[in-house]
T-cell receptor
Framework: KAGVTQTPRYLIKTRGQQVTLSCSPI?????VSWYQQTPGQGLQFLFE???????NKGNFPGRFSGRQFSNSRSEMNVSTLELGDSALYLCASSRDIQNTEAFFGQGTRLTVV | KNQVEQSPQSLIILEGKNCTLQCNYTVSPFSNLRWYKQDTGRGPVSLTI?????NTKSNGRYTATLDADTKQSSLHITASQLSDSASYICVGDRGSTLGRLYFGRGTQLTVWP
């Protein structure tokens, strides 16, 4: 059974650009959540999607957005990139909204220069 | 305030030795306490999940303990191996959805030959 797949694995962008990250959950999982991980802050919750609807949102500016498709795949978008957005972005999936056994992908390493 | 604190921040041990990592949590309501292992540049992988009624849970050479009264947990690693070098993250779960996971900043363990 394939795990959570995130693409791309690495990304380099310049300030002011925008970026889209993709996450394919484990087959049959319908809940997807996104996290930002930086050395100083650890893992911070961005948002969670279930059945194409955002169910929870962390404390991040509106430049961070996401969506979920009917096949449960999810994308995360960051607009007007800042240097501080450099981080490892992790996606996790679970079977459903009330099952919190989370399985993480390998992450996308975003570097903003 | 919901938070998870881990100690020590980093730890170096020799191969074959045992070690214990600590976690203090204030998460309410409390559903379960998790430990994850994260290799550098990879996503976290679940080691143990314990509900408030469980005192101890093992996964191979990893043994987690939970004291729900003092809100403390520990992760004991026996006969350490070089592959144990990683960050170990304690997570408090309020239940219900992935958006209710609270992550510690992790303990960076380095095992030397």
């Amino acid at each position: 059974k394939a795990g959570v797949t995130q693409t791309p694995r690495y990304l380099i962008k310049t300030r002011g650009q925008q970026v889209t990250l993709s996450c394919s959950p484990i087959s049959g999982h319908r809940s997807v959540s996104w996290y930002q991980q930086t050395p100083g802050q650890g893992l911070q919750f961005l948002f969670e999607y279930f059945s194409e609807t955002q169910r929870n949102k962390g404390n991040f500016p509106g430049r961070f957005s996401g969506r979920q498709f009917s096949n449960s795949r999810s994308e995360m978008n960051v607009s007007t990139l800042e240097l501080g957005d450099s981080a490892l972005y992790l996606c996790a999936s679970s079977r459903d909204i009330q099952n919190t056994e989370a399985f993480f992908g390998q992450g996308t390493r975003l570097t903003v220069v | 305030k919901n938070q998870v604190e881990q100690s020590p921040q980093s730890l170096i041990i020799l191969e074959g030795k045992n070690c214990t990592l600590q976690c203090n949590y204030t998460v309410s309501p409390f559903s379960n306490l998790r430990w994850y292992k994260q290799d550098t540049g990879r996503g976290p992988v679940s080691l143990t999940i314990m509900t408030f009624s469980e005192n101890t849970k093992s996964n191979g050479r990893y043994t987690a303990t939970l004291d729900a009264d003092t809100k403390q947990s520990s992760l004991h690693i026996t006969a350490s191996q070089l592959s144990d070098s990683a960050s170990y993250i304690c997570v408090g779960d309020r239940g219900s959805t992935l958006g209710r996971l609270y992550f510690g900043r992790g303990t960076q363990l380095t095992v030397w030959p």
